[in-house]
């Protein structure tokens, strides 16, 4: 039956993720070895090859200080940065921290004003017993998907030049409160001219239409990377206990009331993007012989939007299925 | 000595937060033990070493550190909401706090967080101690009453509450002489969406990507376990309740607090 192979396939997955579960042995990630960094430091095997590092390793500590600030910043872009070290082709990312600039300025006038911050607090940081040092740099894009807009790309690719070893993190916090799962991508860019050997295949997430020619110019000139998190075992402890206090939370959210703005957003985005993929069809006709290239093209823009569509269905119904249906059965006499 | 708080102010914690100080205290923590080899021998014996920490100290390891450091929230009316933490340098044995330290990144906390300003101090342990009160007095300069968070980082499998406290100051007349001591409050876990979702995400480790069908069966999972939770607690209160109307159990006034956003559900 589906419910059993399904079970099975959630299981299945559960049980590799529990495998990782961190015993105290597994602290040492946690340790920071000064000269084994320099070390690497001086190496640069990252210079011969522009795909070298492959993943990233994010702590408990850092991810829940990157979704707050991104998400006290509404619909504001806001950024901050990354301390980490690496390991192998893997960058591991222990902390992160806001900077006080906002996305309505250039970059350029940002990058002053954010080194002296930078200074200030790693100088503190280095004092107070954390010892990393800069790996990247994140920002938010509220409600428009985890990818590098142009500006983006440039600003990486520049760090890519002088910082390196960096990472660039996106955060959508809209998305993450009205999906339920956190929204986050990590990326390097290619350095100029290069092509990479093969397309690699991304998941499909949806880009609301004035921000799609952005993506499109530039989604060839970055890869993204894979993240896995770790913790600590006090803050599996922790984190277990605090389960018991949070449950009332979990029961009581109401992912449907905070994000109205962004849903009706979304809609009035697919509405457009039916009224474009409308337009092109009845210009592909007024065409004497309609080449069948076009009426491909038209079937991809059509399924792009059925399946926008779903996805906003899906989290409606998550939203009506957890707080009306649920509570309403458990809490009718 | 930690008798009840009657202050009246109702305190709540961010998750934020001690996620912070258990990073903290394990980041030193690693520090101070031997560092990682790569044969397999000597990370057996790292983890003894880290074991050994965790259940108390041997004489000859290493006691576990204290880690110290300020709380930072907002203060409503009655509402004390801590919001977010850092660092401090405190010197234990000269009993020093290091000023500037705490000015520099008050100041760089300020320009991020300009909401946000200094609650109280926040150390690890199993217990509040007479030399704990010297350091709540040196803050007693930022904010007349700070908080005592305390946190004990000994993980014990058969603990079922969370083993966070938090520690008020009164001034109390003992044998005639007035003296501050600490006493216990209360406080309840409060959490905004976003941070709820990442704390979800972190504790049960649930894979990030995937189709409609794994997201549905993450969520699924987790209100599921909530009202399992729920289920439980009930259970216990009817238990209690029967074996008060058998006369076996004591009566009690069994105060019921629902805390759901029953004003988001018409009913």
């Known amino acids: 039956m589906d419910s059993a192979i399904a079970q099975k396939?959630?299981?299945?997955?559960?049980?590799?993720?529990?495998?990782?579960?961190?015993?105290?042995?597994?602290?040492?990630?946690f340790y920071y070895d000064e000269a084994a960094q320099a070390k690497f430091q001086q190496e640069k095997p990252w210079a011969n090859d522009p795909h070298y590092f492959k993943r990233v390793k994010i702590s408990a500590l850092a991810l829940l200080k990157m979704v707050v600030h991104a998400r006290s910043g509404g619909t504001i872009e806001v950024m901050g940065l990354m301390q980490g070290k690496t390991d192998g082709d893997a960058i591991?990312?222990?902390?992160?921290?806001?900077?006080?600039?906002?996305?309505?300025?250039?970059?350029?006038?940002?990058?002053?004003?954010a080194y002296e911050y930078m200074v200030d607090y790693s100088q503190t940081n280095k004092q107070a017993g954390r010892l990393e040092n800069v790996v990247g740099w994140y920002h938010s894009h509220p409600g428009y998907g985890c990818w590098l807009s142009g500006i983006d790309v440039s600003t990486q690719m520049l760090n890519q030049q002088f910082q390196e070893p960096f990472l660039a993190v996106v955060i959508d916090p809209t998305r993450t409160v009205s999906a339920g799962k956190v929204e986050i991508g990590a990326f390097r860019t290619y350095p100029e001219g290069y092509k990479p050997p093969d397309d690699p295949i991304s998941e499909y997430q949806t880009i609301p239409l004035n921000k799609i020619e952005d993506f499109g110019v530039h989604c060839k000139q970055y890869y993204a990377l894979d993240i896995t998190y770790f913790k600590s075992s006090l803050d599996c402890h922790l984190l277990d206990l605090l389960w018991n206090k949070y449950w009332v939370n979990t029961l009581s959210s109401s992912p449907l009331l905070g994000n109205g703005d962004y849903v009706a957003g979304q809609i009035s985005d697919l509405a457009e993007k039916l009224e474009q993929a409308e337009n092109q069809l009845a210009h592909s006709r007024i065409?004497?012989?309609?080449?069948?290239?076009?009426?491909?093209?038209?079937?991809?823009?059509?399924?792009?939007?059925?399946?926008?569509?779903?996805?906003?269905?899906?989290?409606?119904?998550?939203?009506?299925?957890s707080q009306v249906t649920l509570l309403f059965q458990i809490f009718r006499t | 000595?930690?008798?009840?708080?009657?202050?009246?102010?109702?305190?709540?914690?961010?998750?934020?937060?001690?996620?912070?100080?258990?990073?903290?205290?394990?980041?030193?923590?690693?520090?101070?033990?031997?560092?990682?080899?790569?044969?397999?021998?000597?990370?057996?014996?790292?983890?003894?070493?880290?074991?050994?920490?965790?259940?108390?100290?041997?004489?000859?390891?290493?006691?576990?550190?204290?880690?110290?450091?300020?709380?930072?929230?907002?203060?409503?009316?009655?509402?004390?909401?801590?919001?977010?933490?850092?660092?401090l340098?405190?010197?234990?044995?000269?009993?020093?706090?290091?000023?500037?330290?705490?000015?520099?990144?008050?100041?760089?906390?300020?320009?991020?967080?300009?909401?946000?300003?200094?609650?109280?101090?926040?150390?690890?342990?199993?217990?509040?101690?007479?030399s704990?009160?010297?350091?709540?007095?040196?803050?007693?300069?930022?904010?007349?009453?700070?908080?005592?968070?305390?946190?004990?980082?000994?993980?014990?499998?058969?603990?079922?509450?969370?083993?966070?406290?938090?520690?008020?100051?009164?001034?109390?007349?003992?044998?005639?002489?007035?003296?501050?001591?600490?006493?216990?409050?209360?406080?309840?876990?409060?959490t905004v969406e976003a941070e709820r979702i990442s704390v979800d995400h972190v504790a049960h480790l649930k894979p990030s990507g995937g189709s409609a069908a794994t997201q549905l069966a993450a969520q699924l999972t987790g209100i599921h376990s909530a009202i399992k939770m729920l289920n439980?607690?009930?259970?216990?209160?009817?238990?209690?309740?029967?074996?008060?109307?058998?006369?076996?159990?004591?009566?009690l006034v069994i105060v019921v607090q629902i805390k759901f956003s029953w004003n988001y559900v018409n009913i």
């Open chain 2, 232 to 251: 439980s607690r009930i259970r216990v209160l009817h238990q209690y309740l029967v074996g008060m109307q058998k006369g076996i159990c004591p009566f």
């Open chain 2, 89 to 130: 340098i405190y010197d234990p044995s000269t009993r020093s706090l290091d000023r500037s330290f705490l000015e520099k990144k008050q100041e760089l906390y300020k320009k991020v967080f300009p909401h946000f300003y200094v609650l109280g101090w926040y150390s690890t342990g199993s217990d509040a101690q007479e």
């Open chain 1, 9 to 29: 396939t959630w299981e299945l997955e559960n049980n590799i993720l529990t495998v990782e579960t961190p015993d105290p042995s597994s602290d040492s990630i």
């Open chain 1, 92 to 113: 591991i990312v222990m902390d992160a921290f806001a900077l006080p600039v906002e996305g309505t300025e250039t970059r350029v006038n940002a990058q002053a004003d």
């Open chain 1, 287 to 321: 065409g004497p012989l309609g080449p069948p290239r076009k009426k491909l093209q038209e079937e991809s823009q059509l399924a792009k939007i059925t399946r926008d569509s779903a996805k906003i269905t899906v989290e409606q119904v998550h939203g009506l299925m």
């Open chain 2, 1 to 87: 000595m930690a008798s009840s708080s009657s202050s009246g102010l109702t305190f709540k914690l961010h998750p934020l937060v001690i996620v912070n100080i258990s990073d903290h205290y394990t980041r030193v923590k690693s520090q101070l033990s031997l560092p990682p080899s790569l044969t397999s021998t000597s990370s057996a014996a790292t983890s003894n070493n880290n074991n050994n920490n965790s259940n108390g100290g041997e004489n000859n390891q290493n006691p576990p550190p204290r880690v110290y450091g300020c709380v930072i929230g907002v203060q409503r009316g009655r509402t004390v909401e801590i919001f977010n933490s850092f660092e």
């Open chain 2, 132 to 190: 704990d009160m010297h350091f709540h007095k040196a803050l007693m300069d930022i904010n007349e009453s700070p908080l005592y968070v305390l946190l004990n980082p000994a993980i014990n499998p058969a603990q079922k509450d969370l083993p966070v406290t938090i520690y008020e100051s009164e001034l109390h007349v003992i044998d005639g002489v007035p003296q501050l001591i600490f006493v216990r409050s209360s406080y309840t876990i409060e």
